[in-house]
């Protein structure tokens, strides 16, 4: 069986492509539009060459560039003039062909030299495990994905909205008279027009019975609660009036985005449970996994049997550790892998952290794996905790047994 590789560097307008011989010739180079007659010129094209070359077999490769590969990556797998080729397509990570190319230092960076990596990376083999998965692993993964986006950004509008804040009431950030600084009754306070001066000069049983009002007689203590935010003002930078009212606009837009974001978040939570029930799983019957992290899970994962065994699972989220090891030293001080599916990494160790306050096992596996060390003590342990976490997801995936942390699983 004589195979015809070809690369394809994938853009916005158009497909740089080019079809390599098994032993390293060029085929032939060329130009498409991408589009739906764009893409139905290339397997036309291709066909053609695998018939005046008497190729048999097709392997095509298409670096990942986000949505320009996406179309082109799915019509391939569905091109049916394509079929007698037995085509295999296969998606690369753009680290593993920026990697790949530096065996190459004397090539210029073109298109058509981007494409010819890609064909060469094909013929050299071991490729990756496939990423090709089926609708409605797709569908969910869009939902999952474009939540995790907006988490991201609220994280980042929270932390904008801090910033304002501490230019504001700077001593509101350090001495944290609030537990939740986004809660009703400190909101008020923030966005209000007073600045530390008025907050100060406002007699305290008046500051107590606002914060009552406020937090609907939530504070245990609120005369305290007033007090530290008192104190808070007297001890905060002023500042300059020409700055008051951009700092406080920007503290309320940022607010607002807030709060659209969240609204959106919790907006998506519910399609996602509904494609969720579609997929027939055991991942929710763990503690601490509801259907937002069960989804963000199965769908990276997509089909289990993609890997072969938990080991490969790990390699793919990421929670892999590098290792530094020359003659007979080997370092005891390793770094979390740099590469992987950085969204199931995300969704496993969300689930990790949730599973360890629920679940007396992985608890004390956190709580254990935190005391061995004083630099980095947290992450290290959530890390190894996920890492954990992957086996048990790997085993309820392939057996789809309920989790039974007292004894052996049981049978759905």
Known sequence: ???????????????????????????????????????????????????????????????????YSWHLTHYLRQAQNLAPLKPLVQTFNPKVIQGFKKAYPELPKTDKVDAWIIADRLRFGRLPASTALEDRYEALRRLTRHRF??????????????????LKFSSFIQDK??????????????????GPEALVSTPLEELTTRLIRLSHGRFQNPEKVAAAVQKAARSSYRLPKAMADPVNLELATNFRLIRTLESQIKALDKPIGEL???????????????????????????????????????????????????????????????????????YLVEAAASVAVHDAEFQLYYQRKRSEVKI?????????????????????????????PSGPPRRR
């Open 276 to 346: 969720l029930a579609t997929i027939p799983n055991t991942l929710q019957s763990v503690k601490g996994i509801g259907p937002v992290f069960a989804a963000g899970i199965i769908a990276e994962i997509g089909d289990i049997w993609r890997f072969p065994n938990h080991n490969a699972l790990a390699k793919y989220a990421g929670l892999v550790w590098s290792r530094h090891q020359s003659g007979t030293y080997e370092s005891e001080h390793t770094r979390l892998a740099q590469s992987g599916n950085r969204y199931l990494r995300y």
């Open 376 to 404: 980095h003590a947290h992450k290290r342990a959530l890390a190894l905790t996920a890492r954990k976490l992957v086996r048990l997801v790997d085993h309820l995936l392939r057996s789809n047994q309920l989790y039974n």
């Open 149 to 166: 986006h907006l988490v991201s950004d609220l994280v980042r509008s929270k932390q904008r909205f801090l910033n304002a804040l501490f």
């Open 1 to 67: 069986m004589t195979t015809m590789f070809v690369g394809i560097d994938a853009s916005k307008h158009t497909h740089q492509v080019l079809a390599m011989h098994q032993d390293g010739q060029e085929v032939a180079s060329f130009q498409v539009v991408n589009n739906w007659p764009g893409a139905e010129h290339l397997c036309r094209h291709l066909v053609e060459l695998a018939n005046s070359h008497r190729l048999d077999r097709l392997v095509v490769g298409i670096e990942a560039t986000g949505i």
């Open 177 to 194: 008279p609030f537990d939740q600084p986004f809660g009703t009754a400190a909101l008020d306070i923030i966005l209000g027009e007073e």
